[in-house]
């Protein structure tokens, strides 16, 4: 199995880290993994809810000194 390809969004604002998920994960295929790390408390909304409205999952969410961690299996509709 290849590596989970990362996404680093510290330092960026709604909307831009839900955006910049949304770009990385048209480059992904279906059932792979992407990590994504945000600073914006926002995120932890913000990125699940895009998640379900989009097809993804969430495989994983941690929180760790203000420093967000997603981890997103890629579904069918990219």
Known sequence: MSE???LDVTGLLCPLPVIRTQDAIKHLAPGQHLHVIASDPGTLHDIPAWCRVHGHQIRKTT?????????ICVGEDR
């Open 4 to 6: 989970p390809a990362k």
């Open 63 to 71: 929180t760790d000194d203000e420093i967000y961690t997603f981890v």
